[in-house]
Every structure is written in C-alpha cells, then in structure tokens.
C-alpha cells in the first residue's frame, strides 16, 4: 500500500511538471520580480502591445527546465548572446518591463533616460543578485557591499540599451516555408519586368536620337506651388491630381496669390482649371451658392529663380472652354481693369472648365523663374473657385487640349529636346524611360513623386 501511495505522488508530481500550466503558474512567481506589466504605468498608462512575448519567455523557460545561467543571461542580453533566437530576443523584455513615463518633454529627456537605466540595473541586482543596489546611485552605504563607483560601473552596461517594441517571429521556420511559393512567384514577375526594361532600352536610345517624336510638345506641365494663400482666409488642401480643395472661409471677396518656382525655360502660357468637388454646392466649380464662381482679374509676375526685380508678363489673350456670355462674364473680361466683369460659367455648372492665358513673351530664364500668379475675385458675392490647378506651357503654344505631366518629366524632356542624350543624366534617363515603360501618354498626369518611385521599384530599389 505504501508503494502504491508513494508511485501516485510520484505520477502526480510527474503529471503536474510536464503540464503547460506548471510553466504558466510558476512564471508568476518571477514575473512579480521582474516587474512585469502590460502597461507603462504613471498616468497615461498606455498598453505594451509586444509585452506578452518576455511573460511567454519566462513560461517556455520553466516548462523547458531552462539552465538558470542561460535564464539569467538571456533576460540581461538575449540578443548579444543568440541575436538570431526569437526566445532570447524575448528574454530582453526583462530590461524594459518596469514603469515608463510615454509622454516627456525635452528638458526630461536625460533625467528619464537614467531612470530607467536604473531601474534596470535595480531590478538586475535584486532579481538575480538579491541584493538592492539603488541606494548607491546617490552615495555609498558604510555596510552595503556595492559602492557608488561599482554602481556606475554596473550602471555603464545599459547605455545603450534602447527601448522599443519589436514584433518577433516566434516561428521563423515556419514563415520561411510559408513565403517560398510567394518568393518564387516574386522572382517570376521581377524577371519578366526586368526583361521589359532591358528589351526597351535601344528603342529609348532610338527614340531619344530621332528627335523624341511624341515628347508631349503640346503637353502641360504642372506647377506646384511652394505658398498658396487666400487674403479672405481660406485654406488650400493638396489633392492627388495636383489640384487645391479649398475649404474654410468664404470670403465676399477674395484673392488667391500663387507662389511657385520652376526650371522650365521658354513658357508661352498658363492654364487654369476650375474642378468640381461633392463638397461645393451643385459640385461647383465655385464656391457660390449656386455653384458658380467670377475671375475678375488675373496677373502674372515673373522674376529670377535666384533673386531679382519681378516684372509683370503681359497676357496677349485668352480663353476659355465655356463662358456665361462673351461680354462682360467672358473669359476676356478676366483681363481688364473692371472689378465687376470677369469670367464666369453658369449654364455649365457642375463640371471642369479651364481657361488658358497667352503671354505676349515666353519666360525664359536660365536659372528658372519665380512666378507669383494672382486670380481676384470680385465680380459677385463668394463668387471664389473651389478647386485650382495651375499648369504651364512650354515651347509650344498654348492650347485648351492637353493633358498634365509631372514638372520632373517635362523638365527632362525639355532638357532632351536641347542636348539628346548626352544632356540627361542616368536618373534622368531612367524618369523618361519609365514614362515610356509604363505607357502614361502625353495627356496623363503623374506626381512628381510617384514617378521617382516608379522608377525605383522597376529597378528595385528604394528611395
């Protein structure tokens, strides 16, 4: 009978270590050491959204029956020891597991930092020295058996830890297998792509060397503003298409003052395009009660990129896809000097119009131009557009039809136009060439940025 109750305990002793649940009840212990929580505490109290992988660290140590020297060196430097094991990279969460202030202002920047240092190196010592040591940040104790100097020697091996959240991989294996099919299908198309670019590389020499024959001579350039303002207090916000949803203040009158620089040489003249938006009345293109708005002037001032008196460029005339009359409401009235006459385009609201200026002289500066483009609206009440956008034409004249490109492209097919080939850089050549690839036309608008992305990911690289 004594065997009997002696071979039950020992199975239940068995049953009971083997158990997950051994791990997840005596992790407890320690996490309690370890100052463990799955906030930052003080009085913002944020979560630790990666926090659970130390506490499934220290439960996976115990159920392992993990040698306490490889317990205790993994939770100090689990990533210097076995940089590679997402365990030991887990075991780290031991440094970062006390309280954290998550908002401080740059005078506490160093005073926090120390703290923390210290908490760590506390904990450390009383976790697995049993021994506190804070007390000699400050001063030494007569009794105590760490001085202040060894402090700040002990002290000196967290400098530079840094605390972050990091998402591990507890299954790489796993992961690896899971991305191969991925990675080869990745591998095909970024083979076929690169078979693509290179198949299109003497046909851009060719191009380039005739002439560049479709090189969007009667294509617009966009031009990007660096300030855009409102004097009635109206706000600009940036749209995908290069155009400026304006919200906010509706001024009686109003008058926007457009600030832009650009490389281009040779401008003939200026487009102007009034959009339409659902958050505009009858979906505008004016910010009217009835959708409509009035141009009651339009200037041009052009100066030097790198500094220089501005001058007025003279507009030899316009005009304009629709205008309410072809009076005083004309796309010609937006040239005079009356205030009450302009144009206007009810009898066609709710849909795109643009109007195009003519300059009696292209600009032409080598060092680029600084344009300041100002559009008054003063023909009736809160008569204001509601979404511009502003392009240039460059040696060619200027025309209603036409699509938009990128600056950085017709930059560089107008430099290509002067010198070939030899005047584009590798980048330049690569922008071009991708306009190419991809098969945006002429009359297609593209982002400055995208197209530099573009490019990079067909070579893959990144910018």
């Not at 970024?190 to 670019?197: F, G, L, P, R, W």
Request: one cysteine or more; proline letters at 5%.
């Amino acid at each position: 009978a004594a065997n009997d109750h002696e071979a039950a305990v020992g199975a239940l002793i068995d049953r009971l270590l083997e158990s997950p649940r051994y791990g997840e009840r005596w992790a407890r212990h320690w996490l309690d050491v370890a100052r463990f929580a799955e906030s930052s505490g003080f009085e913002h109290d944020y979560d630790r959204p990666f926090a659970f992988h130390y506490r499934d660290f220290v439960i996976k140590a115990l159920n392992m029956d993990m040698p306490y020297d490889q317990f205790v060196k993994w939770q100090i430097a689990g990533d210097e020891f076995e940089p590679e094991n997402p365990l030991a990279l887990s075991a780290t969460g031991f440094l970062g597991a006390g309280v954290f202030p998550t908002q401080i202002t740059a005078n506490e920047v160093e005073r926090t930092r120390y703290d923390a240092m210290d908490d760590m190196l506390s904990t450390t010592g009383s976790a697995m020295l049993g021994i506190t040591v804070g007390c000699a940040r400050c001063h030494d104790h007569k009794y105590d058996p760490i001085p202040a100097r060894d402090y700040y020697r002990m002290l000196s091996t967290f400098t530079t830890t840094v605390r972050s959240n990091i998402e591990v991989d507890m299954e790489p294996e796993k992961t690896r297998a899971l991305k191969l099919p991925w990675e080869a299908e990745r591998q095909k198309l970024s083979n076929a792509e690169k078979a693509a670019v290179d198949s299109l590389r003497p046909k851009f020499d060719a191009w380039l060397a005739g002439g560049m024959v479709d090189a969007g001579r009667a294509a617009w350039t966009l031009l990007e503003p660096s300030k855009l303002m409102s004097e009635a207090g109206a706000t600009f916000n940036h749209q995908s298409d290069g155009s400026y949803l304006v919200k906010g203040e509706n001024g009686v009158n109003d008058v926007y003052t457009l600030t832009a620089n650009t490389a281009l040489r040779r401008i003939t003249g200026l487009k102007l395009e009034a959009l339409t938006h659902s958050s505009m009345k009858h979906n505008g293109p004016g910010r009217a009660p009835n959708g409509n708005f009035g141009l009651g002037k339009i200037t041009v001032t052009a100066s030097p990129a790198k500094g220089g008196e501005g001058q007025e460029v003279k507009i030899a005339r316009a005009m304009a896809d629709f205008e309410q009359n072809n009076e005083t409401l004309s796309i010609a009235a937006s040239l005079d000097e009356d205030p009450g006459s302009g144009w206007a385009v009810d009898g066609k609201l709710g849909k795109d119009h643009a109007a195009v200026f003519v300059f009696d002289h292209p600009i032409d500066f080598a060092e680029g131009v600084k344009l300041v483009i100002k559009l008054g609206f003063t023909v009736n009440t809160q008569h204001n557009i509601g979404r511009p956008r502003f392009s240039l034409m460059c040696d060619a004249e200027p025309v209603l039809v036409g699509g938009v490109l990128a600056a950085n492209v017709a930059t560089t097919m107008q430099k290509a136009r002067s010198g070939g080939d030899a005047a584009l850089d590798a980048r330049q050549q690569r922008t071009e060439r991708r306009r190419r690839v991809t098969g945006i036309p002429p009359g297609a608008y593209a982002r400055a940025r995208g197209e530099e992305v573009a490019v990079a990911a067909t070579e893959g690289r990144k910018i």
